[in-house]
């Protein structure tokens, strides 16, 4: 079977199991667990095997035209280079070890056929993003990836927090696809061809009018997409659905693809100074604003989903100085770690019956009642802190590296105020990301206080896909070496500068977290009221969606707690309110957006009701009276009728004498 064929089985095969799925969901579920499972594992195989056979070589392409547009033609192509080769492969392992754990994480949930589907539909879409060699073709995987979120970030529907996220994260990064649309289709336009290599021949050229003014309209799309501000108000609350769908959406698929689209369309971005000025720029602000709104969240999932911002926020960075190797390689190494964090968080939420911090934190023994996930997490926040030799030391130093390579060559294609940028924002962000982290794990597994709760061993879907995932969590970091001869060939090497001063941050966040946790006043023996609703008989994701509900109800907030022992409130002071809450980001949205928006509809709907309602109703009414009067007028009676007419004939004969004489006398 060639290299080729395989491919296309990559993305094909997750999207015939998601049919399968959804035909035999309610008429054969026996049959829905193995669809769910066995076509997204051969997916990652086969995404292996492709992986293998390209080698990091030259990409490997194919293609036949779609259909005839009679201007820019589109054509259903494949090109797997070292990158999308790669991601695939992160793309498949993260996406079937979400299968394997949601098959006891919703065992017992009625609507699992459709959530199976569903994420498999959404790992289809993701690697057609991945493989495709047309933006077109692109863009189906982007859009079916935005209408799979929908569903399964409002999969606990009964919530109202679910249902809300399900819409904001639909309406944000429609927003963000607007303009991302006029761009794509300014781009083509303008290169004559939706095929990413004759765009990217068309940029090398010089041939592309306007590159700033396209950039940033595919930026907004990236945004969106990616979770970067402005648009990344939605990722937080996405929290409200599965864990599983969380890690898929933050490891591999959805907020990847904006980060990788940059990646493959890197040179259009560097041909515009501006553009990539603006890259880093919105990079330095998400990373630090999502390193410290981190610090300040007690839903251990909503620590996650800011974290997630921040690292895709040296993602973007790394582009903006021009280095899509470190990039990808903090994309695939953040895939990893980033996936045991959801996962260990499922068994962690399940094993306290809450997602609340605050909660946890006056629990003890938890790490004895959830082993694995313990010792996988302690690995994934290692990693997430960039503590040497884990993965994300590697890939975060290799964007540090870049952008001190950026900042220092002022000769280079990149502006120096953009290496200064990322360096100085990413240097900032190791030392807050080390911070959460330390908070993180103090307060989930140093708690004080009662027992936490015994639901005896977890499933073993559950917890060992953790240790699958912790293994390149450790080692893949170790890789450095191999991998530029299957980027650019650019050195991802640390160097002794910014690895003393990336640890040095790393180290000086995590010891002043834990002083500061130390300094707290001891927690109290029990839990804040209905912060904990355990249900050791049910599935791990009833213990979640109770959690969900229950914590606004016992904290007045879904992001926060007034815990005077959490370290976070100590480091941030009169800050930690604000970055509790996203910095009001959302409100000023409301201020700007959402109530001018409601206003104009109350006017339309009021203009409608009381003005154009009105004059058909009025009509009708008028045509109804005039029809009741002429109705009195019809009684049956002959009689009536001719003194009736005889009544009008003399009217008519005296208005006609009255005339007569009024014209003769004039």
Known sequence: MTTTTLAVLVPLLPFLGAVAGLLLGRTAPGFVRPLAVLPTLAAAGLAVAVAVRQGGGPAVEASTELTPTGSVPVDLALYVDGFAALVAVLVGVVAACVQIYSTAYLRDDPRYPSYAA?????????????????????LVGWEVMGIC???????????????????????VTKLGDVPF???????????????????????AAGTIEHPTLIALLLLAGVAGK???????????????GPTPVSALIHAATMVAAGVYLVARLLPLFAASAAAMTVLA????????????????QDDIKRVLAYSTIGQLGYMTGALAVGDRGAAVFHLLSHGAFKAVLFLAAGVVIHAAGT?????????????????????????????????PPFAGFFSKEAVLVAAEHAALDGSGAV?????????????ATALLTAAYAARLWLRTFRGRGAEAPDHGRQPLAMTSVLWVLA?????????YGALPGWFDGRALTPTLTTAVLGTGAALVGGLVTYAAWRHATAPAARPPAGAVAAHPGEAPAVSEAAAIASHAPAHGSVSAAADPTDPGRLLLGPLHRSAAEGFRVDALYSALFVRPVRAGARLVSFLDREVVDAYVRGSGTGARLLGAAVRRAQTGNVQTYLGALLAGSVAVAVLAVVLSHTNAGS
């Open 181 to 203: 649309l006029i761009g794509l289709f300014a781009l083509a336009s303008a290169a004559g061809t939706f095929r990413i290599t004759g765009v990217l021949g068309a940029v």
């Open 118 to 138: 569903l994420v498999s539909l959404f790992t289809s879409a993701m690697l057609l993003v991945v493989y495709s060699g047309d933006l077109m073709v692109l």
């Open 471 to 479: 293994v390149p969590s450790l080692a893949f970091g170790l890789a």
């Open 415 to 427: 502006p120096a105020a953009a290496g200064w940028t990322v360096l100085v924002a990413g240097l």
């Open 355 to 387: 997602n609340s911090l605050a909660a946890m934190s006056r629990m003890s023994g938890l790490a004895r009642r959830v082993p694995d996930a313990f010792w996988t997490m302690t690995v994934a926040l290692l990693a997430l802190a960039a503590i």
């Open 281 to 296: 720029a919105m990079a330095a602000v998400t990373m630090v604003g999502s390193g410290l709104a981190a610090l300040a």
């Open 226 to 240: 990616s979770a970067q501000f402005p648009l990344h108000t939605w990722l937080p609350d996405a929290m409200a």
């Open 149 to 171: 979120s929908y569903f399964l970030v409002g999969h606990y529907w009964e919530t109202p927090e679910a249902r809300a996220a399900s819409l904001k994260a639909f309406l």
